[in-house]
């Protein structure tokens, strides 16, 4: 795991698969998904305060895969929207993706990731909600990658945290592997109207400046 400093209170936590992302205020941490199940001893060795939450974007195994060990030896309190909670708590499956064309070869490649042991789901959020780290994190609904996918706003730093909705690999472009790319495109537009200097993301590279553009770029790009 690499520990790359985005800003001053973000940290990116980056795996071989995805990445996950440390908020600091004060002495309180936030961290942001939590990559697949063997990924808990290396989140651990980067936190150096209380690790007060964990808000998951969505359900996949390189999100959700070291959340119930983390929570368990931190009391953390986990956060997901209601729809991915019972996928993350292991009451039923996730929906697959339905693979693009240009898709179906890098799928094919794809190491298989380790299950997601069951998580349990604290509070359950909705588009709209203010959490309690960055000076008010507002949940944006971003459906289409999976169902409940959440984005995170944070408007006083100007930061977005979008999870699998969007990548940063090689451009900025709508994620791949989504379960409904109409709504993944309609979701790419709402988070391009937002506000926000900085972007991180699942899999790529932070945009610690002029995200807000590159955001525009890629929602005009799609169709």
């Known amino acids: 795991m690499d520990v790359i400093e985005v800003l001053p209170k ?9 990445s996950a992302y440390l908020w600091r205020d004060g002495d309180e941490l936030t961290l942001i998904d939590t990559g697949t199940a063997e990924c ?3 989140i651990e060795g980067a936190l150096d305060d209380e690790l007060r939450r964990i ?3 969505h359900w996949h195994e390189d999100h959700t895969g070291s959340a119930a060990e983390l929570a368990a030896r931190h009391g953390a309190e986990v956060l997901a929207h209601r729809l991915e909670a019972p996928v993350i708590q292991g009451e039923v499956a996730g929906t697959p993706p339905v693979l693009e064309e240009f898709e179906v070869p890098i799928w094919a490649t794809l190491p298989r990731l380790p299950v997601a042991p069951p998580c349990l789901v604290d509070r359950e959020v909705e588009d709209g909600d203010v959490l309690e780290f960055g000076g008010g994190a507002v949940v ?3 459906p289409g990658h999976t169902d409940g996918s959440i ?3 944070l408007p006083g730093p100007s930061v977005l945290f979008t999870g699998d909705a ?3 690999v090689g451009q900025t472009m709508l994620g791949v592997f989504n379960t409904d790319r109409p ?3 309609e979701s790419l537009h709402r988070m391009a109207k937002l506000e926000a200097d900085t972007a991180v993301f699942g ?3 932070p945009l610690v400046h002029g995200a807000a553009a590159a955001l525009q770029e890629a929602a005009t790009a799609v169709r």
Request: proline fraction near 3%; aromatic fraction near 4%.
């Open 10 to 18: 973000l940290r990116m936590l980056r795996f071989p698969v995805g």
């Open 40 to 42: 808990a001893a290396e």
């Open 55 to 57: 808000v998951l974007t």
């Open 140 to 142: 944006v609904a971003v």
């Open 151 to 153: 984005a995170l706003h």
């Open 166 to 168: 969007v990548a940063n």
């Open 183 to 185: 709504r993944a495109i």
């Open 203 to 205: 899999h790529g590279d």
